[in-house]
Structure formats: structure tokens, C-alpha cells
């Protein structure tokens, strides 16, 4: 089945930095991949996805690029802000599955 | 609208005691699945279901029963809890099984003893 890795489990970056965390994925027929971030004690929410047909999605300050020949893609946070300390989460979908594979999760600390 | 619902927020139970999580959505989502969360291990699947009187198999459905009769509810049937079940468990649906935003519960966080 498919195996999604996620590094690195924690981050700590100053404010006004950039932070860059990275996922992996196994099967080729992979077909999205969205981010969500989860605040403590709160559900996960979704900041970010992209389908396999793209290479690169923006959103403001948060991006993601898809290397599918590598098989992987990674979340970038530019201009970093407290309020960005959270667990951010990758997920795989694979094309017939119906299954959402999460990777183990990034801490990631903004410090003022 | 609501979103997604979970019920209990928070649940203590004895090891070989019974219990079902409940879960609803107003959004008229056709797919509907169960994760767990543990500490380092990110969300794991236990069980999905891609419309009403569908239901399979998620990573880790050992331990754990679920039915969908109606779009709406999908509840998580303990048998017979053991400690390793503790854990903080969410509900979420999404429009479709591919390529769709899911929206999670708040939780239910559950204690066995």
C-alpha cells in the first residue's frame, strides 16, 4: 500500500523566515495531495492542495510544489508569523483507492 | 450550517467495555471516514465509507465496526475496548473519496482504562 513519509517532525524558525517541510510518497498513481494544519487541541484544517497535473499552487504566503518524477512535494511558508506554529500534516491520494494517507506530522515553531 | 459533528467530546471507558462515537454531516457528502490520532504517528485510517451502505477498510479497522444507513451519520463501534484504543478519534467527509478537501470533526478524545 501506499507509505507517505514527512520530514522534518519539528521545525523552529524565526519570524519573517522561510520554512519548507517535505513529504514522500510510494505509489506512482498518487493523485493529490493536500496539507492541513492543526492547532492545539483543534481539528485539521485544509491550507493547501494540489492535484497531479500541476507542478506548483500559491496561496499568498503558503506554496506547494510536486516533483512526481521523485515522488515527492513539499509545503512553503515564506514571511513566517506566530501564528503559523502549528502541526502541519501532508496527505496521499491515490486514483481508486478512496484512501487519504497522512504522514506522521511537522511541529513547526515560530519564535518572535 | 454545522459541518461535521462528533460526539462525545471526551469518554473514559474500562477495558471490554462497549461504545459508539457518533458522527454526522450536513453537507451532504458521499464520503465519510474515521481517523485515529496518536501521539507521532500522524492520522491513521481505520474505516471509510463512499456513500450510504458502503463501508470498508482503513489501516487500522482492527477493534472497530462501522455502518452508514443514511448520508448523514457514520458511527465507530468499539466491541470491546482496550487501552491500546486510547486515543483522540476524528470523523471526517469530503464531497467525494478523490481529490477532495476533507472537513474533520473537533474529536473525540478517548480514554481506556
Known amino acids: 500500500g501506499e507509505n507517505v513519509e514527512q520530514h522534518p517532525s519539528t521545525l523552529s524558525v524565526q519570524e519573517g523566515d522561510s520554512a519548507v517541510i517535505k513529504c514522500t510518497y510510494s505509489?506512482?498513481?498518487?493523485?493529490?495531495f493536500p496539507w492541513y494544519k492543526q492547532e492545539l487541541g483543534k481539528r485539521p484544517q485544509l491550507i493547501i492542495d494540489?492535484?497531479?497535473?500541476?507542478g506548483e499552487k500559491k496561496d499568498q504566503r503558503i506554496a506547494v510544489t510536486l516533483n512526481k518524477t521523485a515522488k515527492h512535494f513539499s509545503l512553503h511558508i515564506t514571511e513566517t508569523q506566530p501564528e503559523d506554529s502549528a502541526v502541519y500534516f501532508c496527505?496521499?491520494?491515490?486514483?481508486?483507492?478512496?484512501?487519504?494517507?497522512f504522514g506522521t506530522g511537522t511541529r513547526l515553531k515560530v519564535l518572535a | 450550517n454545522a459541518g461535521v459533528t462528533q460526539t462525545p467530546k471526551f469518554q473514559v471507558l474500562k477495558t471490554g467495555q462497549s461504545m459508539t462515537l457518533q458522527c454526522a454531516q450536513d453537507?451532504?457528502?458521499?464520503?465519510m471516514s474515521w481517523y485515529r490520532q496518536d501521539p507521532g504517528m500522524g492520522l491513521r485510517l481505520i474505516h471509510y465509507?463512499?456513500?450510504?451502505?458502503?463501508?470498508d477498510q482503513g489501516e487500522v479497522p482492527n477493534g472497530y465496526n462501522v455502518s452508514r444507513s443514511t448520508t448523514e451519520d457514520f458511527p465507530l463501534r468499539l466491541l470491546s475496548a482496550a487501552p491500546s484504543q486510547t486515543s483522540v478519534y476524528f470523523c471526517?467527509?469530503?464531497?467525494?473519496?478523490?481529490?477532495?478537501?476533507?472537513?474533520f470533526g473537533p474529536g473525540t478524545r478517548l480514554t481506556v482504562t
Open positions: 471526517a467527509s469530503s464531497y467525494s473519496g478523490q481529490n477532495y478537501e476533507q472537513y
Open positions: 465509507s463512499v456513500g450510504a451502505g458502503i463501508t
Open positions: 494540489i492535484r497531479s497535473n500541476v
Open positions: 453537507m451532504n457528502h458521499e464520503y
Open positions: 496527505a496521499v491520494s491515490t486514483s481508486g483507492t478512496y484512501k487519504y494517507i
Open positions: 505509489d506512482s498513481a498518487s493523485n493529490y
